[in-house]
Nanobody, 126 residues
């Protein structure tokens, strides 16, 4: 069973930064696309960013382009989300997820991901 554990969430003022981490338990981590999603109260879960298995390709939601950066360290089985210039509308629970297919292209649809972490709360105050 694959386990994904997020950390790094918290409370930050608008304009501030946070770095989220997601550690994976499995040895096949480096073979899968990884993604970050978020869900605000009363809203659907939405794609934030994704990274290819080697890290050479990334994809971002329009709302976070230029502010967020996804990266991965396959030697540490960890994916990161650096969040800068945070806005109150970034407030949500953030989840990391492992895509269903080995290697493959980055998908933005939640149902394309098989394993999910428990989530970490990010709150941005105005």
């Amino acid at each position: 069973q694959v386990q994904l554990v997020e950390s790094g969430g918290g409370l930050v003022q608008a304009g501030g930064s946070l770095r989220l981490s997601c550690a994976a338990s499995d040895r096949t981590f480096s073979s899968y696309v990884m993604g970050w999603f978020r869900q605000a109260p009363g809203k659907e879960r939405e794609f934030v960013a994704g990274i290819s298995w080697r890290g050479g390709s990334t994809s971002y939601a329009d709302s976070v382009k230029g502010r967020f950066t996804i990266s991965r360290d396959n030697a540490k089985n960890t994916v990161y989300l650096q969040m800068n210039s945070l806005k109150p509308e970034d407030t949500a629970v953030y989840y990391c997820a492992r895509q269903q297919s080995v290697i493959g292209l980055i998908t933005t649809a939640p149902d394309g991901y098989t394993y999910w972490g428990q989530g970490t709360q990010v709150t941005v105050s105005s």
